[in-house]
C-alpha cells in the first residue's frame, strides 16, 4: 500500500481474505512488540479506547447457551430424521399458532352450516375442494 | 517534522510519535499513506544507520482506539510486511519525539533489531482460523456422550428454572468435550501443515465455537502450497469446521520477547 518494495513482489498471487475488526482486535492489541520493553524515558502514554470483542471461553454464559442450542438441535433433528412425521407436526403446530383465529372462523362456519341444515361433511368437502 | 511538531506545540496542541513497526532502512513511503488519529497522521520515516521505523503525529489530547485507527495500524504493517520484513509493534506505542525513535528505540536496541528483521527475511506470517459448525459438532457431542445426551432428554420435560443445575452441567460437558475436539483438531492441522511453515503459535481461542486458530511463519515462495494445503483441509473439514485463511500479515505473533530467537526454530 504505502511501501515501495526494496525488490521483487511477493510470491502470493491470491488476494488474501479481508480482516475484520474481530481479527485486527486479536492480533494488534494482543501481539507485536510492547514498546514499554525497550523504550522507558521517552515513552507518551496515551488514552486508549478499545472495545474488547472477545469471547470469555467456558463462562456460566458459555454453558447455558450450550445447553439451549442442543437442546434446539435434537428437536430439528427429530423432524430431519422423519419427514412424514414432519409434515404433520406442522400442520398441527401451524393449527396451534392461529387457533383462536380458526375457532371464531369455525364457529362462524358452524352457524352457516346449521343454517344451511349441514354437517361436518359438508365442511370437510369443501375444504376439499378448495 | 521536529518543527512541525514545535509550530503544534506553541499552538497548545501535545503531540507524540506513534510508531508502528521497524524495518530495514532502505525503503521509500508513499507520500499521502495515513496513520491513525482524526484526522489521520501522515505515514513517514523515521531513521537510524540502517533501521527504519514507520511513524506519524499524533495527537496525545485525543484517545486512539476507534476501529479507523486499528485498521489504519494493522492494514500499514500488513501491506509491509508482503514486501519487506518488518517487526511490528503493538497497538497504541507513542514517544515524545522523533530524536527518540531514533536513538532511544532504534539506536539502543540496533543489533537485536537488525538480527530479528534478518530472521524474518523473506517471510511473512498467514493466520488460519477455523469455527465448528454448531449443529454439527453438538451432534456429534450427543453422540459421542451417553450423559450429555441424557441429561438432553432430562432437561427437555423440566420447567427452564428449576432445570438451571441440569443445563449448567449439560453446558460444562459440551465445552469440555469441544475443548478437547479443538485440541485434537489443531494437532491434525499442525501435523498437515508441518513441512509448509517455519514456525508457528497457537493462539487462544477467540469463540466457543473456535476450532484451531494458528499463526503461520512462512517463507514467501512456500505460501502458495501452504494455501493449497489449507484449501485441502478445508475440504476435508467442509461440513463441520469453517476455515478463513488471513495473510499475508506482518509478523505479529513471531515477535514477542523471545519470539525472534525462536522465529526459525521450526525449520
Known sequence: ?130 | MTAQMEDQRAEGGRTGVYVYGILPGDIKVESGAEGVGDPPGEIRVVRHRDLAALVSDVDLDRPLGRAEDLFAHEELLDATAADVPVLPLRFGAVLTNDDAVADELLGAHYDEFTSALKQLEGHAEYVVQGRYVEDVILSEVLSEQPEAAQLNEAIRGMDPDASRDERMQLGEIINNAIEAKREADTQAFGDALSGQVTASVVRPPSHELGAVYVALLVETGKAEKLRQAVDRLAEQWQDRIELRFLGPLAAYDFVGAAAPADATAGD
Open chain 1, 1 to 130: 500500500m504505502s511501501i515501495a518494495p526494496q525488490s521483487g513482489g511477493s510470491g502470493v498471487a491470491q488476494r488474501p481474505q479481508a480482516s475484520g475488526l474481530a481479527d485486527v482486535i486479536d492480533t494488534i492489541l494482543d501481539k507485536g512488540l510492547v514498546l514499554d520493553a525497550y523504550v522507558r524515558v521517552s515513552l507518551v502514554g496515551i488514552e486508549l479506547v478499545t472495545i474488547d470483542a472477545r469471547v470469555v471461553i467456558a463462562s456460566v454464559d458459555t454453558y447455558l447457551r450450550f445447553a439451549e442450542a442442543v437442546n434446539r438441535l435434537d428437536i430439528s433433528q427429530e423432524k430431519e430424521g422423519l419427514p412424514g412425521l414432519v409434515g404433520d407436526m406442522e400442520e398441527g403446530g401451524a393449527k396451534h399458532k392461529t387457533k383462536g383465529a380458526i375457532e371464531a372462523a369455525g364457529d362462524k362456519l358452524r352457524e352457516f352450516a346449521d343454517a344451511q341444515g349441514g354437517d361436518r361433511e359438508t365442511q370437510r368437502s369443501r375444504r376439499r375442494g378448495d
